[in-house]
């Protein structure tokens, strides 16, 4: 991109240079004819002082066309250059911040997900046996039916108490990892175990 504002730049300068060339080489060539007309005093070249304006003019263009090609064009690509590349790495630093926070969020939502699946499985998983438990009981002591569905309804809080407190250790060492992750530095346990447990009582409630 930087390219071809050098070579415009250059150009202009070249076609400064060539232009006043090309004018006093007219004019030079010109000069003969502007004698025997008896023109303009101002192209009378056979006068020394119009030769040495003319001579004058083109060191002119060419001093400024080597200030501009070695010295002016240079130092601004230099600049243009300079903020390109710095623009470019802060949206590389951008993009690597958003594509870090968007992984860390991934993360927590598939941790979440894994620790709420594991606990309903357990539950289910007691529930179920506590339910067989029970109707085998039952089908062999009617008399003690209030008895079994007791102790099965106690087995059920017990499976269920577990699990949730499996639950809390998982959604505890899940949310540590993942403020580590973010922060860089471990938050402190006793926050996160409040944090769980306002959690967890929000969602029994």
């Known amino acids: 991109m930087l390219r071809p504002v050098k070579i415009a730049l250059g150009s202009v300068a070249s076609a400064a240079f060539l232009a006043g060339i090309g004018a006093a080489s007219a004019a030079l060539a010109a000069a003969p004819a502007g004698e025997k007309k008896g023109g303009m005093p101002q192209l009378d070249f056979a006068n020394p002082l119009t030769t040495s304006q003319v001579v004058w003019l083109a060191i002119i263009f060419v001093v400024l066309y080597l200030l ?3 010295w002016a064009l240079p130092q601004v690509g230099a600049v243009l250059e300079m903020r390109a590349s710095r ?7 951008a993009h ?9 969020v ?20 007691a529930v179920t046996a506590a339910n067989a438990a029970a109707a085998a009981q ?15 309804e106690q087995r059920i809080a017990a499976a269920r108490a577990s ?3 499996a639950l809390r250790n998982v959604a505890t060492d899940t949310a540590s990892a993942v403020v580590t992750r973010l922060v860089g530095t471990a938050p ?3 926050a996160v175990e409040q944090a769980v447990d306002a959690a967890l009582a929000a969602r029994r409630g």
């Open 68 to 70: 501009l090609s070695r």
């Open 106 to 125: 991934s993360e927590l939502t598939a941790a979440t997900r894994d620790a709420q699946a594991a606990a309903q499985a357990e539950i289910n998983t």
């Open 163 to 165: 699990a949730m407190g």
């Open 87 to 93: 623009i470019q790495a802060d949206l590389q630093a």
């Open 96 to 104: 690597a911040a958003k594509a870090s926070a968007d992984a860390a």
């Open 138 to 152: 039952a089908a062999t002591l009617n008399a003690r039916l209030e008895k079994q569905l007791a102790e099965a």
């Open 188 to 190: 402190a346990a006793g």
